[in-house]
């Protein structure tokens, strides 16, 4: 029970499959927001004793206390118990930008965030002006839901028309950074060729190079289908891919900058002057030490190793404390600063077109890159602002409400920027 998701950080969620429906029957919406948060069988399928002596799902229970909570806010209609839909204060507080709109709610001394799809916040970029393009798309459902999730070959194409807008912007030395992992196919234990089909029309048709690809292990990482928990079939997946891709061949890099600490052996290797070879039995061979010099590390190889990201940091604790809800997807610390320290220097700017709660801001901004991150969600934006404590300067609506805010602002608007 304790690893499901909290009652704030279910409210968005809930919020926006019943947006993306129109309105949903309570079984469905619970299903729905499973998917969503890639919340395996195991999870919701739980089930205790209630008070009458009958045994209830827990997960739909907590599904339907977050229904009330937003009932008494007045962000769910009271009309229908098992029909579910959204009020008209509803629409307003989740805002996801229109098509053609790019506003600046968010900066501080090194970077913005701007409100808008990331199919119009590239115009916001320059050509050839960013140095990393690092960032994680929505879940590819490959089974097709009510809610409006992208699939199979509509998310490949939806993406890599995306990269292609993203590749004029980067400079010659630049790379993109994708973050993807596996998906079944419907209703089969096999899974789906999406991140090679992507990949294959990132390179052959839009003109990237396929430098490396990064594992993130991530221990916690809870099963997430009935092929690992109810079928016993496969097991659990505890990784996910990052796709290193070059605008050229020679995209800036260098692993001088993510050295790992010397083991100790190797240090008690260069404390006696390196190891000591001798030559064969033939009398050749090469008599000088090897290891001898310090190069301030080890060159790291391609995986990360990063539990969940934490619960209880200052974004968390300051979102719970207003009521904002907190991003369900958050990356840990570890692969974020790695590739950034590995693919640009201090000064360069670092792209999030895909930002959330502006995680990949944030650590760009603690290693003293530039940033832009867009996001189409004025929710996640305004929780995110937690995340540079006074460093930064909300510009968006009072409290990070819309219904105060112009959806479709003025070009001259001083924080709006026009479109392509």
Known sequence: MGNLPSHNQLVLPLLTVLKENEGMKAKDA?????????????????????????????????????????????????????????????????????????????????GIGLWAEAETAVAYALNEAVDLILTSPEYPLVKPKAYGNRAGETYVSWLAGLAEDWRAKLKNSGSLV?????????????????????????????????????????????????????????????????YWLGKTPHPKANNLNVLRPYAKTMLRTLRTGGDQRKPGPSGHGHLTPGYARDNGGSIPDNVFVAHNAVSND?????????????????????????????????????????????????????????????ERSMTYLFGGRHRFSERGRWLGPEAGRPESYPLFPNESASNCRGTR
């Open 314 to 374: 200052v974004y968390c604790r300051n979102c719970r404390t207003e009521g904002t809800p907190v991003h369900p997807a958050r990356f840990p610390d570890e692969p974020l600063e790695f590739l950034i320290k590995l693919l640009t220097d201090r000064g360069d700017t670092v792209y999030d077109p895909l930002a959330g709660s502006l995680k990949v801001g944030e650590v760009a901004e603690r290693l003293g890159r530039n940033w832009i991150a867009s």
């Open 178 to 242: 994708i973050n993807l992992q596996d998906v079944y196919k419907p209703d089969l234990p096999t899974l789906s060729l999406y991140q090679e089909k992507l990949l294959l029309r990132l390179v052959e048709q839009v003109g990237y190079h396929l430098c490396q690809r990064f594992i993130w292990h991530n221990p916690s990482k809870p099963p997430a289908t009935n092929w690992v928990t109810v079928k016993r079939t496969r097991v659990k997946s505890g990784f996910e891919t990052f």
């Open 30 to 110: 619970a299903e729905a927001m499973a998917e969503k948060l890639d919340l395996g069988s195991d999870l919701t399928s739980l089930t205790q004793v209630g008070p009458d002596g009958r045994r209830m799902n827990i997960w739909q229970r907590r599904v339907r206390w977050v229904r009330q909570t937003l009932v008494g806010d007045g962000m769910i209609g009271s009309g229908q118990y098992n029909w579910w839909d959204l009020t008209d204060k509803a629409r307003l507080f989740l805002a996801n930008c229109r098509p053609g709109v790019i506003v600046t709610v968010f900066e501080t001394e090194n």
